[in-house]
Each structure stands twice: as C-alpha cells, then as structure tokens.
C-alpha cells in the first residue's frame, strides 16, 4: 500500500519546535548586514556584495533598503527596497506546515523608487530564519542539516532547513551567535549550472 503525502505528513507530527527564529529586537533603524556573493560558489572570486539596511520600523512593519556593489566598483548603489511584516515570518510555520507569506517591493530607477507590489518572501526568508521545526531524519518535507564553520566571527554552528522540493532558501543560518542568532551566514544556490553563486556574511552592525 502507497502512503500519500498527508498520511506521511502526519507520521511526523511530533516535530521539535528548538531552532532559533529571528526577533524583533535584531531590526532597528540603521541595523545592517552585507553578503558577498562569489561566482561557481568559489571564494576567490568575488562577484559582489548585498548589503540589507533597515531604514524604518513602524510596529510590525520593517522596511529595508538592499544596496548592491560589484567587485569592480568601490561603491553601493541601490537596488531595492521591501516591507515586510514580522509577525508574517514568526507565524509561518504555524502548525507545523509552511504558511507562505509576501513582502512589498520597490524597485529603483532614475533616482526614483516605484510604486511597490507583492512578491514571495524569498529576499527576507533567505536571508533571515522563519522556520523554528527541527525536522526528523526521514521527515518528508524538510530536512535540518548541520555544520560547524569559520566565520568572521570565530567558529559557529549552523543550520539550514533544506526542502526535498526545489527551493532557492538554502541558507545556513546562525544557530546560536547573540545578534547573529538566525541571520543567514552562508547559501549556494543554482548548484551545477552556469549561474552557480555561493553568499557569506562578511559583515553586521
């Protein structure tokens, strides 16, 4: 007898809900993060830096500006800028299933921001944790892996949850690291292709 996706589902009800999610108080006005990004995913070679600012807060609403710098440039230029609801990240694994939320985002042209529209979370969820399940081994969704690494800050552990369905959040993010504490530190993304890219954090203030 073939088990169907929602009986198998349900034979993984008891997962541990133990994995840091981030928190409000890691996004205040003028809170920055920047990732370099590097071609084939090799460190050598660097393709550019990401930098996310947080350039308002109003309740549980958090805006944030994404500065862009090629490797050939010596400075940031904007790129876009997205609102997202905090709650809409903490409650998105509600029950223990995946609770697909948006962000409004602006883009930027000829010193002006456009009007903004919705779009799938992916630009805030790759980057920062909503996901708090520690899945089990065989669970048949999500799978929690686990490394130690060398960042700038010291030696840390982190953690991704890697979906057994095509995704683009395949982050590592910090698992425990004070501010750091479920930001994203490292992604490779487009894997075996000719647009394989790695990201590291390299800086946070």
């Not at 995913?41 to 309740?59: F, I």
């Not at 805030?124 to 690494?149: M, S």
């Amino acid at each position: 007898m073939k088990l169907t996706l929602a009986l198998l589902l349900s034979l993984f009800t008891h997962v541990a809900w133990a994995l840091p999610l981030v928190s409000a108080e890691q996004f205040y006005v003028g809170a920055t993060w920047v990732w370099n990004y590097y071609k084939d995913g090799d460190h050598q070679q660097l393709h550019s830096l990401e930098k996310y600012t947080v350039t308002a807060v109003q309740g549980d609403r958090i805006t944030f500006d994404i500065t862009t710098q090629q490797a050939s440039s010596a400075q940031f230029t904007p790129s876009a800028r997205f609102h997202v609801k905090l709650s809409d990240c903490l409650r998105s694994f509600r029950g223990g299933r995946h609770h697909f939320f948006t962000v409004e985002l602006q883009g930027y042209a000829n010193g002006q921001w456009s009007e903004g529209y919705q779009m799938k979370s992916l630009a805030f969820e790759e980057k920062f944790n909503c996901n708090p399940i520690e899945y089990p081994r065989l669970h048949p969704v999500f799978r929690t892996n686990y490394q130690d690494v060398e960042t700038p800050w010291g030696e840390a552990r982190v953690f991704q949850q890697k979906s057994v369905m095509p995704s683009q959040v395949l982050s590592y993010y910090f698992l425990d690291q004070g501010h750091l504490t479920g930001v994203a530190f490292k992604k490779e993304f487009n894997r075996d292709s000719a647009y394989s890219y790695g990201m590291e954090l390299s800086e946070a203030y």
